[in-house]
């Protein structure tokens, strides 16, 4: 257990949807990131919040959006929902920077069917 | 564009043996690199890092070295197990003056299997 819990591990959605993931971080990190894996590619950056403020964006559609909350939990949206959208999604946090690296969750699998 | 690429989708050797893992890069404002490894079914678990400012990190079997001049980086497992059989990820970031934001850009992963 890495300390980054995701929810849900599986999901199993229709095109045009939309789902919200879950991400609660380890305890004392204030910094979460979002990371896309899809089929044969490497974990593409989405997004970063730290302390409750969105501090860095990577190539994230415009049909997803994030947040962090007050208590660090954060969530992302996925909505209108295509095939390509399948992928895994990961969860990470840090302290701060992350330049010592990050604590990953297992990740979110999505299907979109 | 692919910053960070893991030419070598996958990787096989001997138990014992020495495996070596590539990365490339792009970008010369990248000043810290960072290894994962990855399980199936697992989240990435940070393995080693190097910083800019020096070309080689050990850290028990593992050891990463960086040439800066030739934008690239390795992997050294030595000697290797079959518990190394995982997927390899390498992961660059850059310094932005004063607002580091500590965004990591990962290559395509490299899969290595460690056969007995």
């Known amino acids: 257990d890495s300390g980054v819990t995701q929810t849900p591990k599986h999901l199993i959605t229709a095109t045009g949807q939309r789902v919200t993931l879950r991400c609660s971080p380890r305890s004392g990190d204030l910094s979460v990131y979002w990371y896309q894996q899809s089929l044969d590619q490497g974990l593409q950056f989405l997004i970063q919040y730290y302390n409750g403020e969105e501090r860095a964006k990577g190539n994230i559609l415009e049909r997803f959006s994030a947040q962090q909350f007050p208590d660090l939990h954060s969530e992302l949206n996925l909505s209108s929902l295509e095939l390509g959208d399948s992928a895994l999604y990961f969860c990470?946090?840090?302290?701060?920077?992350?330049?010592?690296?990050?604590?990953f969750g297992s990740g979110t699998r999505l299907t979109v069917v | 564009d692919q910053q960070v690429k893991q030419n070598s989708p996958s990787l096989s050797v001997q138990e014992g043996r020495i495996s070596i893992l590539n990365c490339d890069y792009t970008?010369?404002?990248?000043?810290?690199f960072l290894w994962y490894k990855k399980y199936p079914a697992e989240g990435p678990t940070f393995l080693i890092s190097i910083s800019s400012i020096k070309d080689k990190n050990e850290d028990g079997r593992f050891t990463v070295f960086l040439n800066k001049s030739a934008k690239h980086l390795s992997l050294h497992i030595v000697p290797s197990q079959p518990g190394d059989s995982a997927v390899y990820f390498c992961?660059?970031?850059?310094?932005?003056?004063?607002?580091?934001?500590?965004?990591?850009?990962f290559g395509q992963g490299t899969t290595l299997q460690v056969k007995p």
């Open positions: 992961a660059a970031s850059a310094t932005f003056g004063s607002s580091n934001t500590g965004k990591l850009i």
């Open positions: 970008n010369s404002m990248f000043d810290y």
């Open positions: 990470a946090s840090s302290v701060g920077s992350g330049r010592g690296g990050y604590t």
